[in-house]
Structure formats: C-alpha cells, structure tokens
C-alpha cells in the first residue's frame, strides 16, 4: 500500500510567506541595539535584496499566471529587478568607501522602479476621463504637484556638481510624475482599480513617495544612515508589490475603496494646499519678506495654490450646475425616446387644459411579446422608431410624452371632435405599418389602440382626463385592438369589467381557479385515442366560467401568458403521469405554447425540470405551436426546437395554413406534426379535397405526420382517412373533457371511430 503524497503547497504562497518573514526580520534588525557600524552597513545593505528578488519572482510568476495583466506584472518584475542592480552597486560602493554614495549611478537604477510599475498599470486603464471633467482633473493635478513641489523644495539639498544636480532634479521630478499618474488613475478612475491587487501597487507607490522625500531630507541634512528604520519603508514597498502579485488572480471589487476614493478625491487638492501654505508660514529662511524685497519661494507656490483653488471652487460650481440640469433633463424627459416624461407631461396637461385641446392615449398591441421574444435592444428600437412616427404624424405644436414602457400620449391644442379624430386616425395608420427594425429579421408587426377624450367637455383636470383616456384605451382593446375609440361614459362600465377581469386573472392560479379540459386526438387508421390536447380553463370564484376567447387575450396583453402557459405545462404534465401510472402508457399529452412563453431564454429548462420532476417521458409531451410564434426569428425557433427534440420531445405545427399559408417553412423548421386548421377541413365540402391532399403529400414527404382540427362529421373522417390523413380530433369524436372524464372514456373505450 503506497502513501498518498502530502498535498502541494501553492508556491505563490511560500514565496510571500518568505516575502513577509524577511521584511520582519529587516524591521527587527533595524531596531536592534548595540550594533557595529560595520555589522550595520554590511547588514542594512544586503537586507535589501532578498525582498525584492522575491517581490520580482512574484511578479514574474503573475504575469504567467494571468494573461491579461501580462504587461503589468512584467513591468512591475522589471522595476524591481532595476532597483535590485541598483542596490547591488549602492552596496558594492558603499563598502568600498566610508560616505555614503549618493548620488551615484546606483540611484539612475533606483529611479526606474516607479515609472515601470506606472507604466505597467497605464497598460491597464479602461476608460479615458471624460472631457467635460478634464479641466477639474488638471486643477486638481496641478494643485497635487504643486503641494508636493513645495515639499521637495524645502528638503532638497543644494547640488554641487552636474551629476548631483541631474540626480537632484530626477528624484522630484519622478515623484512628481509618480503622483500625477497615481491621481489620474487611482484616484479619478477608481473603478478600473478597484481590485486589491491594485491597491497593494498604490501602498508600495506611496511608500516609494514617502521614502524618496524623507531620504532627500536627511540627506540634505547630512542624518542619513544605512540600517535604520527609514529603510523599513523601501522594504515596505517591496512586500507590497509582492502581495499585489500575489493577489494578481482576484478581481473582486474593493468598495469600500470607491467610496474612499470618492472622498479623497473632493479633499485631496485642499490637503495640498493646507500643507503648502502651513510650509510656507512655517518656512525658517524668512519670514513673509526678505529683506531685499523678494517673496520665499514657497510663499510664493502657496500664493498659485490659492489661485488655482479659486478656478478650482469656480469649475466645480459650474460642473454641479451641469449636474442639476442634466438631473432636470432626465426628471422632465424620458431618456430613450427624447418625449415628455410622465410626470412633466402631467404638469404640462395640467397647464393646457386652460384651453380646448384633444388628449390621444397610445397603447402599443404586443410590445411585451417583442420585447420577450426579440429582445430589449429591439424593443428600444421600436419605442425609437415609435416616437419618431409621433412626431411625423403629428403637427407642430402637439405635445408629445411616453408615459409608460408601451404607453404615449399627445397632446392637441384647439382641436374639436372631427378635427381631432381625423389626427388620431393618421397616428394609428402611422403606427401600424411595419417596423423594418433589423436587415437580419422579418419587419415587426405591431399595432395601436389609440384613446381619444376632449378637454374641457370631458374632463377639467389632468387626472381625470389622462383616466378617460384609459377608459377609451382599454374600450379600443376589448373590441380587437389597432382601433381608434373616443372616450364614451356608457361604456366606462365595460372597460371597469374588463379591467376586473386583469385583476382577478392575475390572481387566479394562486387561487386553484385554473384546469385543463382534454381533447381526444384519434389515430383515424386505428380509431384509438393516442394523444389529448390540453386547454387552459378558467373558473372565477366571483367572475365564474370565463371562456378563453376571453382571458386568453387579455393574457397576452398583460404578459401573464407565459406564467399561465407555464402552469399549464406542468398540470398536463402531471396528468400524463396520472395516466401511465393506470396504463395508458400510449397516450401523449398536447401542450398549446405562446409565442412569448417559447421565446423565453430558459423555456427548454423549464420544460425539462418538468418532465424529470414527475418522471414522464419526453416522448409523452407534444408542444403545439403556431407558424407565428416560429417563423418571427426563424434561427433562434430552429435552435429551440432542436434542443426540445434532443430531448424527445414532439413538435406540433399548430393552426398551419392560416398565418403564412407558406408550404416552405415545413423544410425550413423542424417540426414532427403539422396540425390543418379547421377551415381547411370545413371548406372540402365546397371546395374539394385538392388542397388537404396536397398539404399531406407534401408533409408525408417531409416525414411528418398530419393531424386534422375541427372534424366534426362522419364524411370529414372519412374523406380525411381516404387522403391519408394521420390522425384527426373535433366534436365527432369527442368534445373537451375534463381529466376524470376522459379517464373514464379510455377505461370503457378506447376507440372512438
């Protein structure tokens, strides 16, 4: 029996683990009392190195590990690596001499850490600052490096040579730069580097910072020392580099930085100048004066400072007025469309009514189905293209709005009954031609119901004209929609019915009032019972039985379809176990689909959870649907369809023949049944039975099968059988039933020919 072998530790994790330990151990000896000078200088100078070969390690490590920060975390390892050699030579010439060697070449190395791990995070900036706000980032940059010049100014030693004086201008000016390039993206771009690994990056930056302007200071003073704790801080900056690299992989945003960032970028620009003026009151050459009449220098930064906080108080005034009117803009006009809001609008009516004026309620028929089926991106195209033809079909001086996702209203001033019909009608032939809203796709169809009320005579305030409107709306939907209907009191008690009837619709599957009546589909070759056809009933306890003729379109135009569709699916579903549990392990289960409920991305998902939570075969489900609901975007249909038959599941094309009459779309779109509609069965009395017999030859020759709807006489069967029809359903054989019954039906008999 062989031993497993001890899990492997993460590599990245034992370099930081030895990353920390030798930063702690740098920290410990720099506080360590008694120590030579030669112990200290031999000691204080090696201690530098293993840091940050080990941050270099680590960032070489990350940029193998994750591609898209290649370039950053390559040229945060080549900074180090440069800062490494630099140290290298600082060592080699300072145990060689008894100053200290500054300035050398060793510091032209020590000079190229922070441009490289700039550059490395300017690679991944995402977004530029946006150009109404560059002038407020330049103040607020100018302000920074100002403040910061007038630190370097007052610590700075006085050069003697031009190497000293190169290396003395070099040092500012990096950390000039570093500063700058840590404002622009960590403090003004926060959220491109949010992470924690880019914040790590910004502690070494600043650790840098601190540590160049504090090492000027005492060098200039003559105090600096190798091997004290001022060393801690370039240590510091190597462990925080090695921890970014080590946090390379996660990408988690910090928010609690945003916020910070969001602060420090309101104050960052006044705690420069607080610093910089407190350095000049503070400034030990002189007082306000010198005696020959000259300003101090920094006396003189802080007098610019004020200046510029000043511009700066004054664009930031003018930035927040922008603001506010861009917030009033958006508040009194809908952003996608460029029309009135709801509330504007409201105050604008409120206005008008002073005067005679027509008010148009626009509702879109089906913009919930293009939505769901086609997309949001297309159906903001068409609420675009909708207001575009608002706007052209209306005269100048109409007020325009969208109150709601599919809802408009218009406004006509002076207009009288005959006038103001005559403008709705050229509105509603405006809105229902076609929406040729893509080249990849058939133009969308959808129509209006225009309400239309006048004002003072029916109404003398906003609100009760905007609800006549509604009334009128929902009177033109009742009556078949893409109507236009004026606003009639009679009738206001017909639209409050229908408006009950949403109500109690929505709440009626919560409530048990919904079931499903079976129809039977007979195989007219066998004369058995093969299959039943599912339909939606409903049952109100206040309303009653309400025919589907009823509730089925009002379904749709609320969007309940889908939750309903889906309620059924499940209950037919469950009967289909029901009945193979008794037997009738023959019988297939038919399940009408909307076209809103089959262009739902998850819609195969959910067919499949229902099939394995009541453990029916796929083979046993046949969805129905109609030729409209297929061929609106024919490449997502044929990729659904395909993923229900992978399953097993049968395709029914429903009511064929009475949308696109197209015998093409049979090839184009996989389907296994093809339902005739009834009017082709009812017209072979007059007519002949050329045109069914040419529908079943053409499917038979495709491989599908043919079922005929609405068979409702002995010679329909007959003459359908004769054709060779597959199978038929109607009122002669069987009316729908409910599932007890049709259980007892298929106990007694289940042949019906």
């Not at 502690?203 to 000027?216: A, N």
């Not at 039977?520 to 206040?542: F, H, K, M, N, Y």
Request: charged share 20%; hydrophobic share 45%; with cysteine.
């Amino acid at each position: 029996m062989t031993t497993p072998a001890p899990p492997r530790r993460h590599p990245d994790r034992l370099l930081l683990a030895a990353l920390l330990a030798v930063a702690i151990a740098e920290l410990i000896f720099t506080h360590l009392p008694g120590r030579t000078d030669t112990l200290r200088s031999v000691v204080g100078n090696l201690a530098f190195l293993p840091p940050y070969l080990l941050g270099a390690t680590l960032a070489l490590r990350a940029a193998r590990r994750v591609p898209t920060q290649r370039h950053l975390w390559a040229a945060v390892a080549t900074g180090q690596l440069l800062w490494t050699a630099g140290q290298v030579l600082y060592t080699s010439q300072h145990l060689n001499r008894t100053a200290q060697p500054f300035p050398s070449i060793a510091d032209l190395f020590f000079l190229l850490l922070a441009p490289c791990v700039l550059i490395g995070l300017l690679t991944q900036q995402r977004r530029p600052i946006p150009t109404a706000q560059r002038p407020l980032f330049l103040l607020d940059l100018i302000i920074c490096l100002a403040a910061f010049a007038a630190v370097s100014w007052s610590v700075s030693s006085a050069p003697t040579t031009p190497f000293e004086l190169a290396i003395a201008v070099a040092y500012p000016i990096a950390d000039l730069a570093t500063l700058a390039t840590l404002f622009s993206l960590i403090v003004w771009r926060p959220r491109d580097f949010a992470s924690p690994s880019t914040l790590a990056l910004t502690l070494g930056l600043l650790s840098l910072l601190t540590v160049d302007v504090l090492y000027q200071r005492q060098i200039a003073w003559g105090a600096y020392n190798i091997g004290f704790p001022l060393d801690n801080l370039w240590v510091l900056a190597s462990v925080c580099f090695g921890l970014a690299a080590a946090l390379a992989t996660r990408q988690t945003t910090l928010h609690a930085w945003l916020r910070a960032a969001a602060v420090l970028r309101l104050a960052l620009p006044y705690l420069g100048l607080s610093g910089a003026v407190l350095l000049a009151l503070t400034s030990p050459q002189l007082n306000l004066m010198r005696a020959h009449g000259h300003m101090d220098t920094p006396l003189l930064i802080a007098v610019l400072l004020l200046l510029l906080s000043g511009a700066r108080q004054l664009l930031t005034q003018l930035e927040s007025r922008r603001l506010h009117r861009q917030l009033r803009q958006r508040e009194q006009y809908d952003a996608l469309t460029g029309l009135l809001s709801r509330t504007h609008f409201t105050h604008v009516l409120h206005g008008a009514l002073r005067r005679p004026l027509a008010l148009l309620l626009v509702d879109l028929d089906g913009f919930r189905r293009v939505n769901d089926t086609l997309g949001h991106p297309t159906g903001d195209a068409l609420l675009q293209e909708t207001a575009r033809r608002l706007r052209r079909a209306t005269p100048p001086d109409a007020t325009l709005a969208r109150l709601s996702a599919d809802e408009f209203a218009v406004i006509l001033p002076h207009e009288t009954a005959a006038t103001a019909g005559r403008a709705a009608h050229r509105v509603l032939n405006a809105l229902n031609e076609p929406y040729p809203l893509d080249q990849d796709t058939a133009p969308v169809r959808v129509t209006a119901s225009i309400g239309l009320t006048l004002c003072p005579d029916e109404a003398v305030d906003a609100t009760s004209a905007l609800r006549n409107a509604e009334f009128a709306v929902q009177d033109a939907k009742r009556h078949g929609r893409q109507q236009l209907r004026a606003y009639n009191p009679a009738r206001q008690a017909d639209v409050t019915a229908h408006q009950r009837l949403e109500t109690h619709l929505e709440r009626a599957a919560d409530r048990g009032e919904l079931h499903l009546a079976y129809q039977p589909i007979v195989d007219l070759g066998s004369g058995r019972i093969v299959a039943a056809e599912a339909l939606l009933r409903w049952t109100s306890a206040d309303l009653g039985r309400v025919p589907p003729t009823q509730f089925i379109p009002v379904a749709e135009e609320r969007g309940l379809i889908g939750d309903l569709g889906l309620w059924a699916l499940n209950a037919a579903i469950r009967q289909a176990r029901a009945w193979r549990d008794q037997g009738h392990t023959h019988l297939r289960v038919n399940v009408n689909v909307s076209p809103l409920q089959f262009g739902h991305g998850d819609f195969v998902q959910h067919v499949q959870r229902a099939l394995d939570q009541h453990g029916v075969p796929p083979a046993a489900l046949a969805l129905e649907l109609t030729e409209g609901a297929l061929i609106r975007d024919v490449h997502a249909s044929n990729d659904t369809l395909r993923r229900l038959r992978a399953l097993g599941v049968c395709i029914a094309l429903d009511d064929f023949g009475t949308g696109y009459s197209s015998l093409s779309y049979l090839q184009a779109l996989p389907v296994d049944d093809v339902k005739l509609d009834k009017s082709f069965v009812s017209a072979m009395t007059q007519s002949g039975p050329a045109l069914v017999e040419a529908i079943v030859r053409v499917a038979h020759h495709l491989g599908l099968s043919v079922v005929a709807e609405g068979v409702e006489t002995p010679t329909h069967r007959d003459d359908l059988r004769a054709l060779g029809t597959d199978r038929a359903q109607g009122f002669l054989f069987a009316r729908p039933l409910d599932a007890e019954d049709l259980t007892a039906r298929l106990a007694v008999t289940p042949a019906l020919l």
